[in-house]
């Protein structure tokens, strides 16, 4: 068959008779180029494999700056070190005068083929057998060693930032596009707006209006495309970095990503207790309502009590729409009524929110200036005064009443005559307040009687003694 013109491998023998190998970029060598075609020796072998005997090897490449740039057959366990010293001349002191040796870069396409990430590495450190150089490569990955020009970054740079991995100021090469940018950046950020980026030029001469820059906007999608079907996924991500690739920069170019107003990222909510599945959901949409989420997770269980069901939410996030405890923390909702399709009880949930189904308590408490605190079994249908009766009754100096729902809703209690109270849910807390202590009030006419004895006493005894002096 036809040979296999990417890679050929030339074999020599050292000064001390022991094979050493090379690889070589056949296509280069037809093609005369001066750095690829090598002055053969006397016992020199060339090996050229077929194209059908490549077809389904897996591959790794190494480009740029180097000896021996081309495809290689990839190995299980080869590195990033090992591609490096299979490229050949970087070895070499003489020959590494004319390579950057502060950054190349690993180029690693996405497993469905799709997507191009750049993963930067110091090349001097690999060469050293340290930072990157025992980091595994994949089939299809490619290095690239850049030459020692890009250490003018004073000179040639383009600048990028927004919504982009890595802002920051990178080095410009000749003939670099808007994708290597975006590439060398590490990619897009979560969020990023593909539908144009900006660049910002500096323009030749000053214009008359003074003007010393120029925007360009560079569209990444097609124009007519409706903007809400531009996700931030890998294959709108791939065809904005298709787009870039054909916008080239110029030197001092600077880049800015915007941020998509609309991408919002997951956003959870966490169900907790007595339900089929609990943990944490991903809120489907802006406006879920509880009673969905609760359906996601499988529903309550047998042992739950969705009565007592409790929605907290983070104070910063308190709703003012709803009555919220003094901690700011949970919203009183009754949640058996949400499930059951009351739209004044089912709730839009925001993230960060949790929902606790607790079991079933089956007591009520009652609490405070009683005869005597406690729990008390519940009775389905009985009413505030049964349960203040079964802990002895109130005490005489008894001020208000007040019965908290295992919903969470408090109302105070008229336990006066002829008043019927309301009937206690399972797991209520009944709570008697007692009457505050009142300072002793201040009997003027009494103390003044006091001193009127006192006087008087007083008298008395003086009228006696002069009696029994006289």
Do not use: C
């Not at 009457?435 to 009997?443: G, K, S, T, Y």
């Amino acid at each position: 068959g036809a040979a296999y013109r990417d890679q050929a491998t030339l074999v020599r023998l050292n000064d001390s008779l022991r094979e050493t190998s090379r690889s070589l970029d056949l296509n280069a060598v037809l093609e005369d180029r001066p750095q690829a075609n090598v002055v053969l020796r006397p016992g020199d072998s060339l090996h050229v494999s077929s194209a059908r005997a490549m077809e389904g090897e897996r591959r790794v490449r190494i480009s740029g700056a180097v000896r021996d740039p081309g495809t290689y057959r990839y190995r299980e366990g080869m590195t990033i070190r090992s591609l490096l010293l299979q490229g050949g001349g970087l070895t070499d002191d003489e020959y590494l005068k004319d390579v950057f040796l502060g950054r190349a870069d690993l180029f690693r396409v996405s497993d469905d083929g799709e997507e191009e990430r750049v993963l930067p590495f110091h090349l001097g450190d690999a060469l050293a057998g340290e930072g990157m150089a025992d980091r595994t490569l994949r089939p299809e990955d490619e290095i690239r060693v850049y030459p020692a020009t890009v250490q003018r970054l004073d000179e040639q740079f383009v600048r990028i930032s927004g919504a982009v991995q890595d802002t920051g100021r990178y080095a410009f090469r000749d003939n670099m596009t808007l994708k290597d940018a975006i590439l060398q950046a590490n990619g897009f950020a979560e969020g990023a707006s593909l539908r144009q980026v900006t660049v910002t030029r500096m323009v030749e001469r000053e214009g008359q209006e003074g003007q010393r820059a120029s925007t360009v906007e560079v569209p990444l999608v097609e124009r007519d495309l409706d903007p809400e079907n531009v996700n931030f996924s890998v294959r709108d991500t791939a065809r904005a970095l298709k787009a870039a690739d054909d916008f080239q920069l110029q030197h001092r170019d600077r880049i800015f990503i915007r941020q998509n107003p609309a991408f919002q990222p997951q956003q959870t909510v966490a169900v907790q207790g007595e339900v089929q599945y609990p943990g944490e959901y991903t809120l489907l949409r802006d406006n879920e309502r509880l009673s969905s989420v609760i359906q996601r997770a499988g529903g309550v269980l047998s042992t739950g009590y969705l009565k007592g069901g409790r929605l907290v939410r983070p104070e910063a996030q308190a709703d003012q729409d709803f009555q919220v405890q003094r901690e700011g923390e949970q919203v009183i909702v009754e949640m058996e009524r949400a499930v059951r399709g009351n739209p004044a009880e089912d709730v839009i949930l925001r993230p960060g929110d949790e929902v606790i189904i607790p079991t079933q308590p089956n007591t009520v408490a009652v609490r405070g200036n009683v005869a005597n605190e406690g729990l008390i079994k519940h009775e389905e249908g009985r009413r505030v005064d049964y349960y203040l009766d079964r802990a002895g009754g109130t005490r005489e100096n008894t001020q208000d009443v007040f019965l908290t729902q295992a919903s969470g809703a408090t109302f105070k209690v008229n336990t006066g005559w002829f008043r019927r109270t309301p009937v206690v849910d399972d797991g209520a807390v009944i709570r008697v307040e007692a009457e505050p202590e009142r300072e002793q009030e201040i009997d003027y006419s009494q103390i003044a009687s006091n001193v009127t004895q006192v006087l008087s006493s007083t008298l008395t005894l003086i009228v006696l003694a002069t009696r029994a002096f006289n």
